[in-house]
């Protein structure tokens, strides 16, 4: 087999390597997404935080499971896909960059599903935008020509950490969930529904054990921006 075909050959089974570990990702998106746009529908902004930290705590920790998998079997990983010794010499040299590109995916999992349910789909399409194309595409095309597959996934890994990059920065100092847990609020009820939440925090806050048990964090500057 020629140098060429290993290279290509190489290159689908990291490919594909990766696309195993995308649907684990895309697992715990749908495993956050919903529960935490319902707990803001329901104006407990102080527990759709919780949820998110401990959703992304939980990513990390299946990142570090699996790209500890990835890196102590690679040999046995590899021997599923081939058996010759270029393609497996070429896939494990490349297998560390798939170790932290599965790390860095498992988080930006979790803070996609975050911003999904906050209503920020539009900040998910303007940062994979700067990260894969206006960054990613020109870094691709330049370590691709220097150091051929090894480049490719050189150009993977860095598009994917300046995402991560952009996305913990707009979670930490741009997400504010009281703000997005009324337009939540807003969006999914009508005015009528919306007078009757009002009167139901408004009883609530009668009771700070309750309110704490269920993480209200309710007062009245919320209840006037409903």
Not at 22 to 34: D, E, K, P, R
Not at 148 to 165: A, E, P, Q
Not at 174 to 195: D, F, G, H, P, T
Request: with cysteine; glycine share 4%.
């Amino acid at each position: 087999m020629d140098g060429d075909s290993a290279v290509q050959n190489a290159h689908l089974i990291l490919l594909n390597i990766c696309t195993i570990i995308n649907l684990l990702c895309v697992s715990i998106y749908t495993a956050v997404s919903f529960p935490l746009g319902t707990t803001l529908g329901a104006g407990k902004y102080v527990n759709a935080r919780k949820l998110s930290l401990t959703a992304l705590m939980v990513s990390v920790i299946f990142a570090v499971v699996v790209a500890l998998v990835l890196y102590y079997c690679k040999d046995l990983i590899v021997s599923f896909y081939t058996s010759n010794d270029a393609i497996k010499e070429l896939v494990k040299e490349n297998l560390y960059f798939t170790c932290i590109i599965t790390f860095i995916v498992f988080v930006i999992a979790g803070l996609n599903a975050t911003n999904v349910a906050c209503g920020h789909q539009m900040n998910v399409v303007v940062v994979n935008l700067i990260s894969s194309y206006i960054i990613g595409v020109p870094l691709d095309l330049y370590l691709t020509h220097e150091y051929k597959l090894t480049g490719i996934w050189i150009s993977t890994t860095l598009s994917v950490l300046i995402r991560l990059l952009l996305l913990l920065l707009m979670y930490f100092f741009y997400l504010n969930w009281k703000e997005v847990s009324i337009i939540a609020i807003n969006r999914s009820m009508k005015k009528e529904q919306r007078n009757s939440f009002v009167e139901s925090l408004r009883s609530s806050k009668m009771d700070n054990k309750i309110n704490n048990l269920l993480g209200v964090d309710y007062n009245d500057d919320f209840e006037e921006q409903l």
